[in-house]
C-alpha cells in the first residue's frame, strides 16, 4: 500500500485504524505489566536521576502507587514503567 496514492478520507480511516490498535497495545501491556506486581513487592521506577527504589502499595486500573524505601515520597506511576526486583537482572 503507496499512501501518497490514498486520498484523504482513506488516510482518516487509515489513522484511526492505526490508533485503535496502539489503544490495545498499551491496554495489553498496562494489564500484563499490572499482573506481575503484588501490593508489598519491591519494585523499581526510572527515574530522572537513576532507578528508584520502592514498596507497591496499590494496585490502579492504569496506575501502581510505589512508597520509597525509606518511606518519605509516593509515586503515582503508569504500570507499564514499574519492574519487579527480581527482573533487573
Excluded: H
Excluded at 22 to 27: C, L, N
Excluded at 59 to 72: H, M, P
Amino acid at each position: 500500500m503507496n499512501i501518497n496514492d490514498l486520498t484523504l478520507e482513506q488516510l482518516y480511516q487509515l489513522n484511526d485504524m492505526v490508533c485503535q490498535r496502539i489503544d490495545q497495545i498499551r491496554a495489553q501491556q498496562e494489564r500484563e505489566a499490572i499482573a506481575r506486581i503484588r501490593p508489598g513487592m519491591k519494585v523499581t521506577i526510572e527515574g530522572p536521576d537513576g532507578l528508584i527504589f520502592g514498596i507497591a502499595q496499590k494496585l490502579n486500573r492504569k496506575t501502581i502507587i510505589v512508597a520509597s524505601e525509606d518511606g518519605q515520597r509516593q509515586y503515582k506511576v503508569d504500570a507499564g514503567l514499574i519492574k519487579p526486583v527480581n527482573d533487573l537482572n
